[in-house]
């Protein structure tokens, strides 16, 4: 059964700081790993989409990596703002079903 | 916005009501999804229609009774719930199933009293 984990659960930094957040799974035979951004009370923004083949993916200062064979993926925020501030949710796609598997998050909170 | 519109926003409603929730995408995709947030757990997938048929149905009460009528279309009907179904009911949508980017609506917050 595809398990995902998101490190840290919340996060606090400075403004113009680099961050780093992870995801790993535990059923490497996956299609694709998503990264989407959450509001408080609002739904999901697809941020960046990792096809299984594909070892990164570039959006602006947002940089995804995938390392399917150890089942992990990272999110890199560089010089991050306070309007970054959110919940990041990563999300595998399963080979059998239709499924998305989240993670739980993790709470950013980027700091003036 | 996301292309995907879920209403309404905002849903109070009694144990012993009926009320549906409305989702619409205007993107072309043939499959569409509800899921479930509750506070403090991982979304949880509850139905997923492909070209209008359900094909996946994760174990969910019945109470919950999703419908689609045409692929730009998705209802969730409620009936009978309990407290513990308050929760975020966010509808999605994707090309197709399978590899392709999924994009959610803002979510219909559900409170039963």
């Known amino acids: 059964k595809q398990e995902v984990t998101q490190i840290p659960a919340a996060l606090s930094v400075p403004e113009g700081e680099n961050l780093v957040l992870n995801c790993s799974f535990t059923?490497?035979?996956?299609?694709?790993l998503q990264w989407f951004r959450q509001d408080p009370g609002k739904g999901l923004t697809s941020l960046l989409l990792?096809?299984?083949?594909?070892r990164e993916q570039t959006s602006g200062r947002l940089n995804a990596s995938l390392d399917k064979s150890s089942g992990r993926s990272t999110l890199y925020i560089a010089a991050s703002q306070p309007g970054d501030s959110a919940t990041y949710l990563c999300?595998?796609?399963?080979?059998?079903?239709?499924?998305?598997?989240f993670g739980s998050g993790t709470r950013l909170l980027v700091r003036p | 916005e996301t292309g995907v519109t879920q209403t309404p926003r905002h849903l109070v409603m009694g144990m012993t009501n009926k009320k549906s929730l409305k989702c619409e995408q205007h993107?072309?995709?043939?499959?569409m999804y509800w899921y479930k947030q509750s506070a403090k757990k991982p979304l949880e997938l509850m139905f997923v229609y492909s070209l209008e048929e359900r094909v996946e149905n994760n174990s969910v009460p019945s109470r919950f009774s999703p419908e689609c009528p045409n692929s730009s279309h998705l209802f969730l009907h409620l009936h009978t719930l309990q407290p513990e179904d308050s929760a975020l009911y966010l509808c999605?949508?994707?090309?197709?199933?399978?590899?392709?980017?999924?994009?959610f609506g803002q979510g219909t917050r559900l409170t039963v009293v």
């Open positions: 999300a595998v796609s399963s080979r059998e079903s239709y499924k998305l598997i």
């Open positions: 990792i096809q299984s083949s594909q």
């Open positions: 059923d490497s035979a996956i299609y694709n």
């Open positions: 999605a949508s994707s090309q197709d199933g399978l590899n392709t980017e999924a994009f």
């Open positions: 993107l072309g995709h043939n499959a």
